[in-house]
């Protein structure tokens, strides 16, 4: 806690326009260093902590000291959970924020998983045309990646984030000791967006996570400073996600269609991460047979997916509804599927375009292993 692990400040201005500034801190230090942000930087009017209950019982609440002394915030508390990121909350978090007297000099901070970055996130920036908000990511997947990068949003009509805006946080504090509370699941959801940095950007990345395994490893803290880093470079070179950012979204094509796949069959969803895992197992079977992944490669990157994630058992007639979710995706352009396939471990491709029929066979292929 004493430590201060990362004081990070960096703007980035491409073509002239500036997508704001962002800091990360963390460690106890942190949370001072944030608070002297608020108050001389932001100067706010006042300031809703939008956050969960869980996020709330095993952080907010231990460390509400901290942010009793940044000035007094209005608690906004919202239902957890990835049914719960859709417009009917967003209406009760606009009405929340309006009642209670929200200008544009007030603050949102945002504080808990991926859920409530994304929602918090949205709520934020098109409430009044856009108040100033800060991420306080409280899980692994949300410190290594959903609070970074400016993309926040939510789900509609069963599609995910299909509704969003690019808007960017004046700050995010990632204090990794927050992920502690997390249950084993919920932690190796947030692993499989890390094993998706190494594999689609970063080779040293990736052999370093292939030399150990989720079980094993003890020293987090560095770990996901090293993902924020690479994510933060590819958000940087490519902040609105025009061309190069899409690296990222390896594994997401297939991924989302599982994720939203499964919140409409099953009782207790797959989460985002554990689709997504389910997506790269996928998309490297498609990334040998089309964008040059060495067959080596491929099976390595499948035995070490297989070996650190649940296998999803996939119903033998979900194809056709897992194609029509994947014609949803953001990346798809005239009709066609686009997808980010592996050229090798650590190296990745966009906009490779996959036939329907590979997809089908893919999801054939996905069907025999396990
Ligand atoms: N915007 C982006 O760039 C981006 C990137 C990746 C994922 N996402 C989104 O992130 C979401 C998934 O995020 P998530 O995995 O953090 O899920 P989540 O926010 O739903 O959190 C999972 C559960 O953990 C609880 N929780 C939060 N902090 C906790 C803690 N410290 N201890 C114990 N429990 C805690 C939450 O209340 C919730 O029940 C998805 O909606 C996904 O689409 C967005
Ligand atoms: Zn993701």
Redesign the pocket.
Known sequence: LDKVLIFVFYQFIMNNISTDSTIFFTGKKAFILLKDYVVKTLSPDKIFIIT????YK??LKPFRKVFKYISEPEIILTP???LN?NLECCQTLWWELAQKGATRKSLVINF???????IGGFVASTFKRGLPFINIP??L??QV??S??G???IDFQGV??LLGVFSWPDAILIHTP??E???EA?KK??FA?MVKIGLCCDKSFWHQIEATSFDTITDWETIIKRAVSIKLQVVNADPYETGFRRVLNFGHTIGHAFEAYSMENDDNPL???EAVAMGMLCETWLSSKQSGLPEQDMHSIIEYLLRNFEYYHLNPDAGKRILEFAFHDKKNEAGNLQFTLLNSAGRASIGQIVTPSRVEECLKWYGTIA
């Open positions: 969960d209950e869980n996020a095993y952080c957890d959970g990835e990121k808990g998983g991926g859920m409530i970055c994304d409280t899980t997947l949300a990646d959903a970074i990068g993309k926040n949003g995910k984030n927050f992920i509370t997390q249950s919920q959801s947030g967006e989460k985002h991460g």
